[in-house]
Every structure is written in C-alpha cells, then in structure tokens.
C-alpha cells in the first residue's frame, strides 16, 4: 500500500488535483482511498459526484465514539474509488487539528486499510501544517510520500516552503519526506523557471506541470473530475502522467522502518 | 453518566500497565504528564516501587509548553537524565494531556532514539480509555516487535515441544501477587516443567527476550491471553490460557497443560470438561481478571458449585472460550453483580466485597488486587494458586 499526503497553500487546488490523481489512478487499475484532511470537507466532492459526504467528526457526533462503523464514513465514488472526509468541529468552537486526528484515529480503530485494501491512499491536507492535527497525516505509519501542490505566485511558494520546512524539522522522527512539487500553473510570468528554481532551493524536484484549462471548471461544474468528465481533454494528460510518475517515486523508494 | 463512578476509584490505567510490564528490564519510563499520572503509578499502581529501584522521569508537562509545543525542552532533559542514567532504553508513556493534543509519542521516541542511540519506545497512552491490561499488551509486544522479531528467521526453536519449558505470560503485580507468582513456578517445578520466562516480570532483559526458547506459553491473566495470542501468530507458540486455582483446578490445570504439549494447539482451562469431585453447593459470582476468574470457576464447579458467573471488569478477550462471562466496567453493573442473589459464594476484591449488602450465609472471597485497589488490602493477599480455593 502507497501512502500518500498532497499539501499546499489554500486555494492553490490541491482538491481539484488531488480527485484528478485518485481518478487517474484508479484508471490505471489501482484502488484508491481519498481521505480530505480539511475542516471545509470538500476534497472528494468531485469524486463524489458534486455530493458532499457525511464526515467522520458529523457521524462521530452523531452517533456517539462506539456507533460509527466503516459504512457511515466510507463512500465509494467515480471508478470504486473510497472517499472519506475528517471534517471538522463545529466553526469558531473546538479544534480542527485534534478533528483530523480523532477521525484518522477513528479509521485507524476500525482498520479501515485492512477491511478496504486500498493500493493507493491520497491524504489531502489543509494548506499549511498549523499544528499537529495537520501533521498527523505524515507521521510514522501514515504517508510515506509528501507531493507539495504550488504555482508561481509568491504567496503559494511561500506556503510550499513553510510546509517543506516543517517536514525538515521532522526529519529525525522517520516522518514522511518530500518526493516532489507539482506546478499547477496560474499563467504567471515566468513561472516554470520561478517554481523550478524554487525546486531546486528547497532540494526538491518538479515532477509535473499541471496546465492551466477552463476543462477544470466544466469539470467541476459537472461535479466531477477532468479524467471522469472530459478525458481527452490535454489537461487529462497532465493528471495521467503525474498520477505515472508519482507512482514511479513511490514505488521505488524504500523508507527506513520505525520503532 | 453511566460511566460515571460514585463509589469505585478509577482501575489502573494504560500506562500503570506499561509501567509494570517494563519495570524489571533495565529502562528508563518517561512519564510525560504534570506529576499527576508519575504519582498515581509509582504511588499507588507499582508495589516493587517502595523497595526496589526503577528508572521513573516525571518530564512535568506544562500548559505553555503544551500549547506552544515546546517539545525540545523535554527531549533536552530526558537525553540529559538518560545519559546520566544510562538505562538499557527509553520508554515515552502518555497522560491525557499529552493525548488530547494529539502528542506524537512515536515520533518523540523516534527523536530521542536519534539523540541517545538507544532504543527508544513510544507509548500512545492516556489513562482514559482501556485499562492497564491494555498498556501490558501495547508495552510486551512492542519491545518483543523490535528486539526479536527481524530475528524471527535465525531463531532456533524447539519444534517437538520435548523439553517442557514454559513461559508465563501476561504476569504482573497489578493482576497477581508475588506470592501467587511464586506458588505458580514452584508447582510448574514439581510437575516437572522448566520455567524459561516470565513475560513480564522477568528478572532481566535477557530472560525476557529469551522467550522463543520455550515450547509453550502460559497466559495467566487476559492481557497474558492476547500477548499469547500473538506470539502464536507470529512464533507459532501454542499456549494454554488458565492458572491452576485451587486443588481441583491445579489437576484440571495440568491435563490441559499435557494436551497443549501433546497436540501443540492452544487451549483454554474453560474449553475442557470439568469433572464434578464436591457435593452440591449454590452458586456463585466471581469478579477478576476473565482469565483469573474463569480459572477460579473451573475450581469452583469441580468443588460441586451449580453455576459459576464469571464477570470480567476488564473487557472481553481470548482466552475466555465457553464461559458464561459478563463483561463491564459499569459501575452499576458491577455493583448489582456483587449483590447478586441465591449466591452462595461471592469472589472479588475486598473493595468491591465491601458493597455486598446482603452477607448473611454468603461466603466471601476476598481477591485483594493491586490494580483495584492498590495498597489498601495488599495485607490479605493470600495463595490460591495450586492451594485449596474458599476452604
């Protein structure tokens, strides 16, 4: 099992890329687990058709610690794909980060990789790691793999290196590692050179350039992803061959085993 | 409200249970809380700690540290109290701080193990849901998990099971008293088994890690009986869950024991045919460990007693098979139990016992348990193991 944490800046599109990603891979025949880490809960929606699933923390306040079972978290979306939201508390009281951890916990206690067997497990995470709810989704036993989703613009580059910084800070605690950027293009002046050249700062690599396309937005308009809505659309292409290459990365990378 | 106690103290929680699972092997527990969980462990969960030594560090947590997540400040003194120290390893247990902010032990133990060079553990514990059987289980497997499992394939096994060596396994002060623990080697010497290890009150690191060396393992408590099961799974050991309690059940205990050695399947004293030896008495409730206690009952059924309720206050686990058993930690529950009706016999700690309304021709066992109630009757504790049981 590949597991897998996408974050970036809000806003910069890591749900859209995300969905495009778990679409692209199931259509390689893989079975995908998509997890939003996001109190908004719409990471999977895409992948949901334009539906909007109940949340771990919606069930759990619902029906109590001990009532909630897999199916009431668990919902399969486009090509068998299995979508779960965290969620959050409610807005203004409580805490997001203890939320995620709480609902990651809750899957975990209900072995959901074991009951579902996903090949591949996709953790969309808010923007930055705030704290350590967010960084939950890359502890020991959680992603192994860290792909940051930023463009050019200066405040997303920004974020790309806050959140690349935190992981270094983790580096002795065998947390997951950063194995690439995806430059998801704005059409900013220059921007393959800046985001490579920030690559390359950071001492990481671009792996894939998502183009700009208005497919996205008919997409998302349709409720569903680019691959699932207009799959020969050349923005598809870009979601294919990074879903390729990050499973060429993840594939062929041993990580040290923790205690 | 139902979980609410009114007049039971809190059992002893998850990191008691690591906390007495590692006390012998030569480590240094870190207790990360405000002294609170440090205080309730070494005072009151841990009987060897009022004369022998263990390597206890309190990291006395603070809120600003917890809020800001200052964890550098304790990393910087447990490494210095370690080196100072120099414990064989390093065991990181939770308290419910810790736990609700989400504190990731394994990746602190992971940070520490970088700065010390020695082994170093994390446990996720808290003391608010579970209990120390719990943290028993969390804290044997977990050191056996990385000392001896990448070993796995170089182990040299005894595969015909022909040197009768046991382990026990799932034993400390919490569920059974040093004297009950002695009882137990000296009958397995007598019948003519060899004791290899006592996971976990082990005298040494060495004696713990050599637990693969023996041909069966005895699980003695519920946290013995899911330790046991997964050394099955991955050692393929076969193990007996039980304790011979009482004359009746020691002979009971044994043919369970030669069946073990004889087919190399595990068993459960529950699962076998118990053969009735006493006139017929009443009834009677037993609360325990479900192990301790359903051990208890075969005893109990063979001295003529019709029906025997076993009621686990610890869950429900392997290792219970075939017993009519409640499982609760509902006060209520528990309270109603101790004052079940037509018993003729009511076997439990003397804290419970104390509810027991109606005593008159009632026996009452007492089954002093540190876990319970610490040190309150630990005066009464007496030996049931291989000695008559309610005489």
């Known amino acids: 099992m590949v597991k897998i944490a996408i974050y970036g800046k809000g806003g910069i599109g890591k749900s859209t890329t995300t969905s495009n990603l778990s679409a ?42 001990d009532g909630v079972e897999l199916e009431d978290i668990v919902f399969e979306g486009f090509n068998g794909i299995l979508c779960v939201e965290a969620g959050g508390p409610t807005p203004g009281i409580g805490c997001a980060g203890l939320g995620i951890i709480s609902a990651l916990q809750k899957l ?17 995470v808010l923007g930055d790691v705030v704290c350590g709810g967010f960084a939950m989704p890359i502890r020991d ?24 910084r935190a992981v270094d800070n983790f580096k002795n605690r065998g947390y997951a590692k950063v194995s690439g950027i995806i430059l998801n293009e704005r059409k900013v002046e220059n921007e393959d050179t800046i985001v490579k050249q920030f690559a390359k700062e950071e001492g990481h690599t671009v792996i894939q350039k998502i183009r700009r396309s208005d497919a996205v937005q008919r997409a998302e308009d349709l409720g569903q992803t680019v691959i699932e809505a207009l799959p020969d659309a050349d923005i598809a292409e870009d979601y294919k061959e990074c879903a390729r290459k990050i499973m060429e990365i993840c594939e062929g990378i041993e990580l040290e085993k923790c205690v | 409200m139902k979980r609410l106690y009114r007049y039971l103290p809190p059992f002893a929680g998850d990191y008691s249970g690591v906390g007495s699972a590692l006390y012998e092997l030569g480590g240094m527990l870190c207790i ?45 003194k447990i490494v210095k109290a370690a080196q100072d120290m120099k414990p064989k390893f390093v065991a990181v247990v939770g308290s419910p701080v810790p736990l609700i902010i989400g504190f990731d032990f394994n990746g602190f133990a992971k940070d520490l193990e970088q700065r010390l060079g020695i082994p170093a553990f994390g446990f996720e514990t808290g003391g608010m ?43 400390t002060p919490l569920d059974m008293s040093e ?60 193990f007996l869950a039980g304790l011979p309690v009482g004359e009746f059940g020691t002979e009971h205990y044994f043919t369970c024991l030669k069946k073990v050695f004889e087919t190399g399947n595990s068993i459960e004293v529950s699962q076998e045919p118990i053969k ?61 139990a101790i004052n079940g009706e037509h018993c003729a016999l009511v076997a439990a700690d003397p804290l419970l016992l104390r509810y027991r309304e109606n005593t008159e ?31």
């Open chain 2, 361 to 391: 021709g009632v026996k009452l066992v007492e089954l002093p348990k540190y876990a319970i109630s610490s040190k309150l009757y630990h005066h009464k504790r007496w030996i049931y193991i291989a000695e008559k049981f309610s005489e």
């Open chain 2, 179 to 238: 004297e009950n623990l002695q009882a137990l080697k000296t009958v397995l010497k007598e019948r003519g088994y060899e004791l290899n290890s006592v996971l976990s009150m082990s005298n040494d690191m060495d004696e713990f890690l050599s637990f693969y060396k023996a041909d069966v393992n005895l699980a003695v408590t519920q946290a013995g009986a899911l330790i046991a099961q997964d050394l099955e799974e991955k050692y393929d050991m076969p």
């Open chain 2, 32 to 76: 990360h809380d405000a002294s609170g969980c440090t205080g309730n462990y070494v005072g009151f969960d841990e009987p060897r700690s009022y004369d022998s030594k263990q390597l206890v560090y309190c990291t006395g947590l603070r809120r600003d540290d917890a809020i800001l997540g200052n964890e550098q400040v304790y990393i910087d």
């Open chain 1, 141 to 164: 036993g959680y992603a192994e793999h860290i792909f940051i989703v930023t463009s050019g613009e200066m405040m997303a580059l920004f974020a790309a290196s806050n959140i690349s």
């Open chain 1, 24 to 65: 692209a891979l199931s259509m390689m025949g893989y079975r995908v687990m998509q997890i939003g880490c996001d109190p908004k809960a719409d990471s999977t929606k895409c992948v949901m058709g334009g539906v909007k699933i109940p949340t771990v923390l919606d069930q759990l306040r619902e029906k109590g610690t």
């Open chain 2, 276 to 336: 009735v030896q006493g006139d017929k008495k009443g009834e009677v409730v037993v609360l325990e460990d479900g192990i301790i206690a359903s051990s208890i009952r075969v005893d109990l059924l063979a001295q003529g007693y019709e029906k025997v309720r076993v009621v686990s206050l610890f869950g429900k686990d392997a290792g219970m098979t075939n017993v009519e058993a409640e499982y609760t930690e509902d006060e209520d529950m528990i309270l109603a």
């Open chain 2, 129 to 171: 849901k579970g209990s120390y059987k719990d943290g028993v289980v969390m804290a044997v497997k977990k050191l056996l998990d990385y000392y001896i499992l990448p070993k796995k394939d170089e182990l040299v096994r005894n595969a015909d099971r022909s040197g009768k060596k046991v382990n026990i396994v799932g034993a």
């Open chain 1, 108 to 124: 975990e206690e209900l072995d959901a990789f074991e009951v579902y067997k996903p090949d591949i497990v996709l953790y969309d």
